[in-house]
Every structure is written in structure tokens, then in C-alpha cells.
């Protein structure tokens, strides 16, 4: 069965305090990758796919990387509008079911 | 506006009271998909859709149907509610499994 891990569960930053978001995964045939962002009481809303090791993408304060065994979400010097639930999830083999990590509720105090 | 709707946003009812929750996209998405969200578990797929009339079953079915008869409108149904099935539910639908649009969730309490 696919397995998606996210740590650490809670990270509290200053604003402008860099840091790292970590995803690992065990499935067979990585079919993609996807983070997303999820503020109180919302829906998710989607950041980023990664499809293959040494892929990144960014935005705005955010990249994300991609190696054959895990994913990181990087935030550079971030803000307090920063503060949200990141998600990383991936699809199984059929590309229908999507397997979502328990997420990382970042806090950035100003 | 791109967008995916669900209703009602909150709702507290009791046990064995039928309900559904109407969800709908004006994306022209084939496929949709329903999730539990609960503390310390993450989102769970409960149902996916890939096209009309095409469902099929995710991580947590038990205890939900759901039904596909247009493509812009993925209902899901709880024929007979428990507490178990207090939870923030949410609504996505995508052109693929991956980018998916999310609704903005209902809340549900069962007593």
C-alpha cells in the first residue's frame, strides 16, 4: 500500500526564518508528486507537482524538490501569510486515487 | 469563476437521518472525487468518479454512496449516519487524480 509521511507535524518560524518541509513516500512507479496549501477551515488548494528525481518548482517564497525517495518543501525567509497546512500527496498506479500525507502546519510569527 | 460548490457548508443531524451533500464544478472536470479530512488522519478518499455514470471506491467507503448521473454534479449520500462519520468533507474535481480543485468543505456532526 502507497504511504505518504510528512514531518515534522508543527513548525513554528520567525518571519524570515527559513526552513524545510519533508515528504517521503513508499510507492512503486512514482507517478507524480503534488503539494498543496490548506488554510483554516478551507479546501486545499494545489502548489506544485513534481514528477521526476531533480525536479523543482517554485513560487513566490515556496520550491519544491523531488528525489527518488522523498519530497521538500522550502520556504525562504517566510512571511506571517505563509502560515497554512502543507500537503503532500501522490496517485496510485491507476492516476485516480490520490494518497494524502497528514500535512505540516507551518506558524510564522511576525 | 472556476470554482466547486458544496452544500450545505454545516450541518449537524442524528443518527439513521438520510443526507446528502450536493457537490458541483463549473469546470467541465471528468473526474471528481470525495475526502474525509479528521485530526491526526489526514484527507481520505472516500469515492472518485472518473466520468459520468463511473465511480469507484477509495480508502474509506464504508457508510457513503455516491452517484454520477451529470458531469458537473457528484453528490454523496449517507443513507444511515453514525458519529463515526463526524468529519470535515470535501469535494475536488480535476482534469487528472493529481491537480485537483477542492470545494471549500462541509462540516458534519452526527449525535
Known amino acids: 500500500e502507497d504511504q505518504v509521511t510528512q514531518s515534522p507535524e508543527a513548525l513554528r518560524l520567525q518571519e524570515g526564518e527559513s526552513s524545510s518541509l519533508n515528504c517521503s513516500y513508499t510507492?512503486?512507479?512514482?507517478?507524480?508528486l503534488f503539494w498543496y496549501r490548506q488554510d483554516p477551515g478551507k479546501g486545499p488548494e494545489f502548489l506544485f507537482t513534481l514528477y521526476s528525481a531533480g525536479e523543482e518548482k517554485e513560487k513566490e517564497r515556496l520550491k519544491a524538490t523531488l528525489t527518488k525517495k522523498e519530497s521538500f518543501l522550502h520556504i525562504t525567509a517566510p512571511k506571517p501569510e505563509d502560515s497554512a497546512t502543507y500537503l503532500c500527496a501522490v496517485p496510485d498506479k491507476s492516476d485516480y486515487k490520490l494518497s494524502f500525507g497528514a500535512g505540516t502546519t507551518v506558524t510564522v510569527r511576525a | 469563476e472556476a470554482q466547486v460548490t458544496q452544500n450545505p457548508r454545516y450541518l449537524i443531524t442524528v443518527t439513521g437521518k438520510k443526507l446528502t451533500v450536493t457537490c458541483s464544478q463549473n469546470?467541465?472536470?471528468?473526474?471528481m472525487s470525495w475526502y474525509r479530512q479528521d485530526p491526526g488522519l489526514g484527507l481520505r478518499q472516500i469515492y472518485y468518479s472518473m466520468n459520468v455514470e463511473v465511480t469507484d471506491k477509495g480508502d474509506v467507503p464504508e457508510g457513503y454512496k455516491v452517484s454520477r448521473k451529470e458531469k458537473r454534479n457528484f453528490p454523496l449520500i449517507l443513507e444511515s449516519p453514525s458519529p463515526n462519520q463526524t468529519s470535515l468533507y470535501f469535494c475536488?474535481?480535476?482534469?487528472?487524480?493529481?491537480?485537483?480543485?477542492f470545494g471549500p468543505g462541509t462540516r458534519l456532526t452526527v449525535l
Open positions: 469546470m467541465n472536470h471528468e473526474y
Open positions: 475536488a474535481s480535476s482534469l487528472t487524480a493529481g491537480t485537483q480543485y
Open positions: 510507492v512503486s512507479g512514482l507517478r507524480g
